[in-house]
């Protein structure tokens, strides 16, 4: 997984999203990291209404689906009517991105995929569906967020923007923190505590207080490790772990070993 460096150049990105709530993706965009990306000129956004490319009187963007069944269809014209226009405004997209639950998983390898691309199409979904021609010869991917149906496809365009956004050279204030992403490793975080030391009899793990650099840093990767373990064993398959890493995973599983002996004794 390629974890990108520190004054890595200035780079922005056009992002252009389709959909049927313009004001739900505004406001996405309109506050903390991805507000201060745009604001900073990292990243060109801009939110095209669907109904915009309409030609009847009630500006309709979908209808009922051919073979009958519930719900109605994203039609195609208007979609393929906003793909062309921003073709012809913004340039030809590398990337054409319909959400929907259909899609290929979205993770952190894709969001550092995608933020290597210069400019992102973003078509959303609608739940009921959209014009299959629209996934065949207009989009270039979909993408999904995770097994679970949303109404649309604009939080989860939302979520790939801002997982995207922050990893642009300059997007996040103290860059070694994306730098830091125990997930650009494949693993989950260990657990971070502020002042006070001490809270209502909770206290902070002794050696996060010892300023002993080197055993700060070992139990980080220790709690990482075991973080992973207990609840998302899976990603250890695929996480980059350093010989000293492996160990510590080694010493985990056998504590772990020991402890359900333990169990099964009592
Ligand atoms: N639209 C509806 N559900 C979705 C999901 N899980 N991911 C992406 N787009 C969606």
Redo the contacts with the bound molecule.
Sequence with gaps: MGVRRVGEKLRYVKVDIITIFPRLVDAGFGEGIVRRAVERGLVDARVWDLREFTDDRHRSVDDVAFGGGPGMVLKPAPIFGAVERIRRERGDPPAIIL???Q?RR?TQPEAERLSRLSHLVFIC?R?EGVDERVREHLATEE???????????EL?ALVVCDAVIRLLPGAVGDERSVEADSFARGLLDYGQYTRPADFRGLKVPEVLLSGHHGAIRQWRRREAIRRTLERRPELLGSASLDAEEQELLRDLMEERKGANHGDKRD
């Excluded at 993408?143 to 496809?153: E, M, N």
Aim: no cysteine; glycine share 26%.
């Design positions: 959400t929907s639950p899609g979205f979904g739940y993408l999904s967020i995770g097994d679970y149906v949303l109404t649309g496809g989860a």
